[in-house]
């Protein structure tokens, strides 16, 4: 069982920045694909990122492509995201996501139900 715990979340003007973290309560390097979704209000949740087992391998939805990029620590046993140029329509909750996995397929990693474990989310918030 592996628990996911964000943060980093909070309220930003629109162009702004924020960094999200999601910390893993064991050893993900290695084992498991890990990935950002987002549920903005009366929205369903959707795909924003992903990243293979080594980090080595993103991908990243339309929408936040070219502004926001995934990064891991395997060391740290915690994955970032670091969001630029942020919109209001960026405003959301975040959810890390983890599943443990030994290939990295994109266009499994876009689905929610790939994935087995689930943080808690993040409130971001995109004034304008």
């Known amino acids: 069982q592996v628990q996911l715990v964000e943060s980093g979340g909070g309220l930003v003007q629109a162009g702004g920045s924020l960094r999200l973290s999601c910390a893993a309560s064991q050893d993900t390097s290695g084992n498991y694909v890990m990935g950002w979704f987002r549920q903005g209000p009366g929205k369903d949740r959707e795909f924003v990122a992903a990243t293979s087992r080594s980090g080595g391998t993103t991908y990243y939805a339309n929408s936040t492509k070219g502004r926001f990029t995934l990064s891991r620590d395997n060391a740290q046993n915690t994955l970032y995201l670091q969001m630029n140029s942020l919109k209001p329509e960026d405003t959301a909750v975040y959810y890390c996501?983890?599943?443990?996995?030994?290939?990295?397929?994109?266009?499994?990693?876009?689905?929610?139900?790939?994935?087995?474990?689930w943080g808690q989310g993040t409130q971001v918030t995109v004034s304008s």
């Open positions: 996501a983890a599943k443990r996995a030994t290939l990295f397929y994109s266009a499994n990693v876009t689905t929610r139900s790939y994935y087995d474990y």
